[in-house]
């Protein structure tokens, strides 16, 4: 295909990101919005000029014909939409997570494979200029061998989406989520987590209504990657304003990688200069890239036949870093994580 159609589930904020990144590629063309307040549908529909706005994803799939479903809803809702559009022969990109338990994962893994088409998921990190600065760096053993890896992300909380709060969403899975598919991604799956989980605000006041929180809103997860490579993310809905430099530290026995900026919005890569005893600052092109192109960016593997860097056993396997973290956090334990996945972007 030359051109692939693209539908979108959920009109919030987050869809006028995808769709003014959609808006520049050759490759994708959106062809309907649905969103359950059907008008804010057709009120982005007409903002974009696209042709159709339905109040329902069933609606929209027996009414419309395209190629890629786009899942924007919340996350208590990316189950059951991403089930219905994949059992329909639909592409499905999601933002993260895909699931909320490893069973709804694994179904929906099957699902898309019984029925011939693609399943993604965000965060897109892998495809960043930055992070291939910095897979390569570790391959040429640029500072040595690496063994502790830090990242952290965290804002105040979100001030719209009570979901946020409710069981099944919580920091992990909103912002934790990027720096553990960077760090997975970099130092290799992980092999066991041990995690310290908590709600700090018991009460938040989100959309005119005071929500009570269900969900974790302070979270630390300590990976181990096997051979003694650690590393740690810290997250949370906690966190007031602090410095975006190194938000990612990767140590070497001689010297050290960090990312500066956020995984998702990178501004460079810095690196030891252990010959001239100093700090030096690479990549700082990053060729255009954004957190929320994960729509072009497929289009364009589907249309061109490019193999995507981002792959649903990578997604699935930072899905259950994160239930393993849930666990470990409920039970004092360490927990073994089981699932692996590919490294196209070290091949």
């Not at 030359?2 to 990144?21: F, K, M």
């Not at 999601?94 to 088409?117: M, N, S, W, Y």
């Not at 965060?123 to 061998?145: I, N």
Request: glycine share 10%.
């Amino acid at each position: 295909m030359s051109v692939v159609r693209i539908a979108i589930a959920g009109c919030g904020s987050v869809s006028r990101h995808y769709l003014n990144d959609l808006k520049g590629s050759a490759h994708a063309q959106v062809v309907a919005l649905c969103d359950i307040a059907l008008e804010r549908a057709k009120e982005r529909a007409e903002q974009y000029g696209i042709p159709q706005a339905f109040g329902s994803v069933d609606e929209m799939l027996e009414a419309c014909d395209f190629d890629m479903l786009i899942n924007l809803t919340s996350m208590q809702e990316h189950y059951p939409i991403n089930l219905k559009a994949l059992q329909a022969g639909k592409h499905v990109l999601c933002e993260k997570p895909f699931a909320t338990t490893l069973d709804e994962a694994r179904k929906l893994i099957e699902t898309a494979k019984q029925h011939g088409v693609n399943l993604w998921a965000t965060p897109t990190v892998v495809t960043s200029p930055a992070f291939k600065c910095m897979a390569g760096l570790l391959a040429q053993k640029a500072v040595g061998d690496v063994y502790v890896a830090r990242a952290w992300y965290g804002h105040g909380g979100p001030g719209w989406g009570p979901w946020f709060y409710k069981k099944g969403g919580g920091c992990l899975f909103d912002l934790g989520v990027y720096n553990i598919t960077t760090l997975t991604g970099l130092l290799g799956p992980a092999k066991s987590v041990t995690a310290l989980m908590g709600t700090a605000i018991p009460q938040r006041f989100v959309e005119g209504e005071h929500v009570k929180v269900e969900a974790d809103d302070n979270t630390i997860v300590l990976m181990d990657h096997g051979n003694s490579v650690f590393s740690c993310v810290m997250t949370g809905f906690v966190y007031g304003p602090y410095h975006e430099e190194r938000t990612i530290e990767l140590v070497g026995t001689k010297g050290s990688i960090n990312m500066l900026g956020w995984d998702w919005h990178p501004k460079g890569v810095e690196i030891w200069d252990t010959e001239n005893s100093t700090w030096k600052v690479v990549c700082e092109d990053q060729k255009g890239y954004n957190w929320n192109q994960g729509g072009s960016y497929l289009a364009r593997c589907l249309a061109t036949g490019e193999k995507p860097l981002m792959t649903i056993e990578h997604a699935f396997h930072v899905l259950e870093v994160m239930i393993a973290a849930q666990k470990s956090a409920e039970t004092g334990q360490r927990v073994t994580v089981h699932s692996q996945f590919p490294t196209p972007w070290l091949e």
